[in-house]
């Protein structure tokens, strides 16, 4: 279905702006993405918004030509609308965005299927959402299986998250979980859990790596809690020359995650 | 010397304000850092703001104290004002902020002394502040000597960029040149210049790194220039598993530093 919007007021523009903040995305189960690159990887990922929002006279393109033929064959709507409203919906003054709105995803622990993947990371109470999507986009990269927030984490579908993933929102798995449901979860199959940490740890480059393996990282200023470092199978840690004692999580994650990789894929 | 500011148009808050914002940072030569861990971190590495400020009344606390004094001591200022003032100045609502202003460091490529260190990162056309002092960050756990900066960065002294740098910034040097100075500084020393790259590149666990080691990433979406990536001694690539063909730059950096660190100081 094609529709023109001219009007500030019109529902569907508010509708769209209130995406941009948790509360409503929690209750419509929508989230946004932004840009041709990113609904583009979507679209590559089998995955088609259900709603497509550019500006009218917009100038054509052979890749947002295939995104409108896939949004209207799967029954989905394709919206015009004048630069200034779509500016008012986007927050960019470009006249060609183009955002597209999708189902969020069932993020249960259940569809997880550990076997599916050498690697998966695992945050704990990871607050940034840029850091988050870091970590999906370096999961996609060492072909992890997706990640697993514990705890109180940044919303995965923020706008901000899915920028950051490029595309990895659209292609890893997530799960969100307090942490008694993942450790039961998870001790009830097959998984090595790993955390970066500094106390009892063995050096990362010759710990014993095994698949499927779990890599978690901590909060951004608390670390991981010290519970759940001792419930780990291997506690790893990383060299620190200078005078901090800490790395970035998305850092430290990917750091952890290509040492893995390299012994479980050599 | 102290001094207290009630009013909200006093020269001196307009002047804070100002180092928010770019021009006014380069035109004074100066730089905001905030928060009581972020300047115990400067303190400790020998950095004393010239100007402190706080809220009156604020919680007395034995690292604040120690601030104040070495402030006082190096002939700065320590100002006192309100708490709604100090939320304009740091942009925050918090009582309990602490802000310093310091001097811009000297960022002339003659200050690094590439002996001084095995590693070095570079980072050419870094746009994002986060990525910048993420890098910084990194660079102080892996024992680098600093950041090269590359034809148009980010500002290492923006707020965002300091903040992301949990006191690396204070730690590590910091230069900022084009690429030609840059190539012709460091052609005319000792020195290899490694990038990260997918065109004719080695695998990065293999590769022989050799110090002193230029680390250098490009640009968030345009990568390095060809002809940069030509003119390096070497360059490696990363298992790419997913569908995207490319990591942030700051991991990219994190994952290549932490690898020659194995190679050059196991």
Redesign the interface.
Not at 137 to 143: I, K, L, P, S, Y
Not at 238 to 243: D, I, L, N, S, V
């Given at each position: 279905m094609r529709h023109t919007i001219t009007g500030f007021s019109n529902p569907t523009v508010k509708f769209l702006r209130s995406l941009r903040d948790k509360k409503y995305r929690k209750r419509e189960r929508r989230f946004l993405a932004e840009g041709l690159r990113l609904l583009t990887?979507a679209r590559?990922?089998g995955r088609i918004p259900e709603m497509l929002v550019m500006a009218r006279g917009r100038d054509e393109h052979p890749l947002l030509a295939a995104l409108e033929r896939d949004v209207l064959a799967a029954g989905g709507t394709v919206i015009e609308t004048g630069e200034e409203i779509l500016a008012k919906i986007t927050g960019k003054d470009n006249p060609q965005a183009v955002a597209g709105v999708f189902a969020e995803f069932d993020t249960s622990l259940s569809n997880i299927e550990r076997g599916s993947a050498e690697i998966w990371l695992v945050a704990q109470a990871l607050r940034d959402p840029?850091n988050l999507g870091?970590m999906l986009?370096?999961?996609?990269?060492?072909?992890a299986g997706g990640l697993i927030l514990l705890d109180d984490c940044a919303d995965p579908f923020s706008v901000e998250a899915v920028r950051?993933s490029?595309?990895?929102i659209f292609?890893q798995r997530v799960a969100q979980a307090g942490w008694d449901e993942f450790i039961a979860w998870l001790r009830a199959g097959d998984g090595q859990l790993v955390a970066a940490s500094l106390r009892n740890a063995h050096d990362y480059?010759s710990a014993a790596y095994r698949a499927p393996c779990f890599l978690m990282v901590g909060n951004e200023s608390r670390g991981l809690p010290e519970t759940y470092e001792d419930a780990c199978d291997l506690r790893v840690t990383?060299?620190?020359?200078?005078?901090?004692d800490?790395?970035?999580a998305?850092?430290a994650g990917?750091?952890l995650a290509?040492?893995a990789?390299?012994h479980l894929?050599p």
């Open positions: 990887d590559e990922s840029g870091t986009r370096t999961g996609d990269a060492v072909g950051a490029m595309g990895a292609t480059r990383m060299p620190m020359k200078g005078r901090a800490s790395l970035n998305a850092i990917a750091v290509y040492e990789l390299a894929d």
